[in-house]
């Protein structure tokens, strides 16, 4: 049974940075997608960012350039450093893996193609 577990978030002023951590147990997957999601209040879930474990990463079009999706293969985590975080970036941050077929491919950045997720993680950003 895969475990998603995050930690990190919190409260920050604009402008400011968070690092979200997402440790993950029993992912005996040979190939496999790790990604973040974020929900805010009265919204859909939405891709954040995803991680191949062949090292191919995407990033919605919001966070570029602000957000970096990262793994530690040893220690089974999956990161997720924020700056310039602005008031827009509120939400419940969500982590998900699922299996990969695909060597050195793209992961969909859709929450149903996910089947593991995280308990969800807030992140608060003050104007």
């Known amino acids: 049974q895969v475990r998603l577990v995050e930690s990190g978030g919190g409260s920050v002023q604009a402008g400011g940075s968070l690092k979200l951590s997402c440790a993950a147990s029993e992912l005996a997957y040979t190939r496999y997608c790790m990604a973040w999601f974020r929900q805010a209040q009265g919204k859909e879930r939405e891709g954040v960012a995803t991680l191949h474990s062949d090292g191919n990463s995407s990033y919605t079009d919001s966070v570029k350039g602000r957000f970096t999706i990262s793994g530690d293969h040893a220690k089974s985590t999956l990161y997720l450093q924020m700056n310039s975080l602005k008031a827009e970036d509120t939400a419940i941050y969500y982590c998900?893996?699922?299996?990969?077929?695909?060597?050195?491919?793209?992961?969909?950045?859709?929450?149903?193609?996910?089947?593991?997720w995280g308990q969800g993680i807030q992140v608060v950003v003050s104007p």
């Open positions: 998900a893996a699922e299996r990969s077929q695909v060597a050195f491919g793209d992961c969909p950045s859709w929450p149903s193609w996910y089947e593991h």
